[in-house]
């Protein structure tokens, strides 16, 4: 299937955040374009039908000769479509690391206004909904209009993100839109052995529950613990999900043992087996 919409997508997505395109994808881009045009060029105007019989043959074999020359040399340019396609989708998927570390400053510093925001919100993540704000406190009305403003531009610089990320495969998995933005920590035995998975459980829940309140959802991700935030390349987010599998298939190896050794000792072989 032809990733050329997705690289497409990606380009204009780039474009749109004023991050650098290299100079190859616009290269490519031009290849393919002018591929295109040969494939898409239409047949010349037919010549005036010339007024004497002994002219009438001469008229046609021309213009056959035209249009046989054009004929072939569409359908050759139709050979190349697929490698410049390609060449393309590659140049774009290269380019794709580099426009998601140039969106990482940005995604970082409107965190930032809404972890200072959060900090005068109400703690109750209820009552961080306008619909339930206390209006006439003008410290929570402060707090959340920038909370607010700070939350549309990462949905926006989020979607973006995703725009660019589809032309490498995109993200897949559950939960992938957490995971683009934050990492749960890597297990450790000692952790497994501790039951901390029972703290971060809950993170995944409460962010799938607050997927209709994003001012909410953001609020959240800044004041917990357990989650690192950081935008995240498609390859990280799929590292990141395998971690929830880990922690889940450690702790069951651990509860699976007869003994706390045993359990201890099964974490680790797990843990290294998987690592």
Sequence with gaps: MSRIPAALTAVEAAERRKLPVPADV???????????????????????????????EQVIREYAATLQTLDLTRR????????????????????????????????TTLVGVVSKAAEKLPESLDLIDPRRMNWAN???????????????????LVADRTCIVKVAGGDGGKDNALFAVAALPQPTTERVMAHDWKQLSPTLVQWRELRQQPVARWVYLTRQ??????????????????????????GMAMRSALTTAGGRQAVQTYLAQTA
Excluded: C
């Design 138 to 156: 003008p410290s929570h009305m402060a707090a959340y209009t920038k909370a607010e403003g700070a939350v549309v531009q990462l949905e926006q």
């Design 76 to 107: 050759a340019a139709g050979r190349f479509q697929d490698e410049a396609d390609a060449r393309f989708v590659e140049a774009v998927r290269a380019a794709v690391p580099g426009w998601i570390a140039g969106l990482r400053k940005e995604f």
């Design 26 to 56: 616009y290269e490519t881009s031009a290849v393919r374009g002018a591929i295109f045009q040969t494939v898409q060029q239409p047949d010349p105007e037919r010549p005036a039908l010339p007024g004497t019989a002994a002219d009438v």
């Design 225 to 250: 613990q357990e989650l690192t935030l950081s935008l995240a390349t498609p390859g990280e987010v799929r590292q990141r999900s395998i971690q929830v599998e880990r922690w889940r298939e450690a």
